[in-house]
């Protein structure tokens, strides 16, 4: 569990975003309230420290109005729109909750998360240090295999951590999983991260984790039907998704700039019957044989049990 420190940081930032301005006053009030205070006001002295803390750990402000004495958080856009401090203010306020409410931990579920979440400080740590990491890696359909790793960057990815580097066995970027990894140490060894790489632009062509850097991205146009429009409205495919043509609640058309993966097909045969691809005809025809293939299998199952 996250320590009881940390959480009145969380407390403090959830606090100021919710209710915009405070003075010290409503804040210590609301803090003697909650479970993290144990019926005590907090202390000026305390409040201080924590706002120092804040702009350390997260990169946020806290400042007073001398007007009106009441404290704010600077740039709370930039805090909702940076997807890294969001996850971690997500992350630690659903701990947050979970601490204080215990009665309430068989009724907050989550998904299973692989193993791998071990070896997260030391690939952070192997970062901010610029160290290669040596890994024993045990791919799905393979033998398990020592590489050495310069990580670049992370990822989450459908529940799984991913590091993106350069793997000098392949001479090349490659994704490792940590779930799929079985041994993980830094070594001493230096190296010097290319500073045109970009995590943000080596995926911004891609649905999923995997990068082919001989692809070149498409123009892709899905037609999406029902009540899917607005859950597709809600949760864009991807970053480049833009709606350029609707039809009274029957459908919508939306148009992506894509390079054209197998998990790109594997995402599109996910919704079924609730999306078509119109453009381009390969990853049309891409969909069309894994829909074939996956009729076929059906077909001749119930041929045999005929049988």
């Not at 079985?182 to 984790?209: C, H, L, R």
């Not at 692809?215 to 892709?220: A, G, H, M, T």
């Amino acid at each position: 569990m996250i320590s009881k420190t940390f959480n009145r940081y969380i407390w403090l930032l959830n606090t100021l975003l919710q209710q915009r301005r405070l003075t010290f006053e409503e804040i210590s009030y609301r803090w003697k309230d909650s479970y993290l205070g144990d019926g005590k006001p907090l202390a000026l002295r305390t409040f201080h420290v924590h706002r120092e803390a804040i702009a350390e750990l997260f990169g946020v402000e806290v400042k007073c109005d001398s007007a009106t004495y009441e404290y704010y958080i600077s740039s709370p856009n930039e805090l909702r729109s940076d997807r890294t401090r969001q996850w971690l203010l997500n992350s630690f306020t659903i701990s947050n909750m979970i601490e204080a409410g215990r009665n309430m931990k068989d009724r907050i579920l989550f998904e299973d998360i692989p193993h791998g979440a071990e070896y997260l400080q030391t690939v952070i740590d192997a970062m901010q240090r610029g160290k290669e990491l040596q890994i024993v890696y045990q791919p799905f359909d393979g033998q398990r295999a020592t590489y050495h790793l310069q990580p670049y960057a992370m990822k989450v990815y459908n529940q799984r951590w991913y590091i993106v580097g350069y793997l000098n066995e392949h001479e090349g970027l490659r994704n490792v999983a940590l779930d799929r990894t079985v041994e993980m140490e830094q070594t001493d060894k230096s190296f010097v991260m290319p500073k045109d790489f970009d995590a943000e632009e080596y995926y911004a062509n891609t649905v999923g984790i995997f990068v082919n850097e001989d692809l070149k991205p498409q123009k892709v146009v899905l037609r999406v039907y029902g009540v899917h429009v607005e859950y597709m409205r809600s949760l864009p495919l991807h970053s480049s998704q833009e709606e350029i043509k609707t039809s009274d609640g029957e459908y919508s058309d939306f148009m992506y700039w894509l390079c054209l993966t197998s998990e790109l097909t594997t995402k599109i045969l996910s919704m079924g019957e609730k999306v078509e691809v119109l453009k381009p005809d390969i990853l049309k025809k891409e969909v069309l044989k894994r829909l074939l293939k996956t009729i076929n299998r059906y077909l001749i199952r119930r041929m045999f049990n005929k049988i």
